[in-house]
């Protein structure tokens, strides 16, 4: 796909061969409005830690859309991309979360604890429409319910150039929708391997090192050499497997060691300065 017709920020900036910023933000107005204003190339509005509301997220997404850039920019997506990470464990299996997520126009889905091949799999299959065996890409079936009117209008399309795009990349070439999986347990990474083998779809892999921390016995200990070991194992693991990794604590501080040990999904705190974000985009050349 030509990257000036690509919808999805941050699927442009992996897909171009750079690295992709984010940051996890509550959903509200407000955020919306000032993360509109950034050089992040997507945002996650977090529904994990924070109450997860489905109506807030509508309106928060409505005021990323500003009608003159939008207009300058000759592009009908905003620009920034705006995720979502729902609220439910990996064994949950919380489809209806990321339903009613994508039919408020979302670009993606970021999944908690994500520990087994079935969960990978139920991810993915969440993200997906269903479609018929003979048909291409029936891998992983889909299961998201039909309502695509306010996710094509956000979209800025009919509904059927809309069905053609609400796939998961890269496992559709031209697919708008990023699936990214937590990583946050020694059992999740135990079976990581057999996850990106066995699931196609998986966009990204978001190492939760702070649960992992915690399982470990050292929370918060983001420097611990147990921690940091086992984190290498992920990106190893992804690396063989040419699956791009996420790291959730990118700073100015340690922004060049992560890209020189492989993360190219990186999520930064939005601060008042965004001093993280420049940093990133000055190594990523594109300060």
């Known amino acids: ?21 984010s940051a996890f933000v509550p959903m509200d107005i407000q ?3 000032q993360m509109s204003a950034t050089l992040y190339d997507g945002i996650v509005y977090e529904g994990e830690h924070l109450p997860w509301d489905i109506s807030a997220l509508r309106d928060a997404m409505q005021f990323m859309l500003d009608r003159r850039a939008i207009a300058s920019s000759a592009s009908i997506a905003p620009s920034v991309t705006p995720l979502v990470r729902v609220p439910v464990n990996g064994i949950e299996m919380g489809q209806w979360h990321a339903k009613q997520a994508l039919d408020t126009g979302v670009y993606g889905v970021v999944w908690p604890h994500i ?5 990978a799999y139920n991810a993915v299959a969440a993200c997906r429409y269903p479609r018929l065996k003979d048909k291409p890409i029936y891998e992983p079936q889909g299961i998201r319910g039909d309502g695509p009117v306010r996710a094509a209008r956000y979209w800025g399309l009919t509904q059927q150039e809309y069905y053609k795009k609400a796939d998961v990349w890269p496992l559709a070439p031209d697919g708008e929708i990023f699936v990214i999986i937590q990583i946050e347990d020694t059992k999740g990474i135990s079976n990581l391997s057999d996850m990106l083998e066995n699931v196609p779809g998986i966009g990204a892999v978001l190492i939760g090192e702070g649960d992992l921390g915690q399982e470990l016995g050292f929370p918060r200990q983001y420097d611990h050499p147990e921690l940091l070991s086992a984190m290498a194992q992920v990106v190893d693991i992804c690396g063989r497997h040419g699956v791009f990794v996420g790291h959730p604590h990118a700073n100015a501080e340690n922004m060049q060691e992560l890209m020189d040990q492989g993360y190219r999904f990186l999520m930064s705190a939005p601060g008042r300065h965004y001093k993280d974000l420049e940093k990133g985009l000055e190594l990523a050349g594109r300060g």
């Open 1 to 21: 796909m030509n990257s000036s017709e690509r919808l999805n920020g941050i699927i442009r900036a992996l897909e171009n061969g750079g690295h992709a910023f």
């Open 31 to 33: 955020t919306g409005m």
């Open 115 to 119: 520990s087994t091949v079935d969960e």
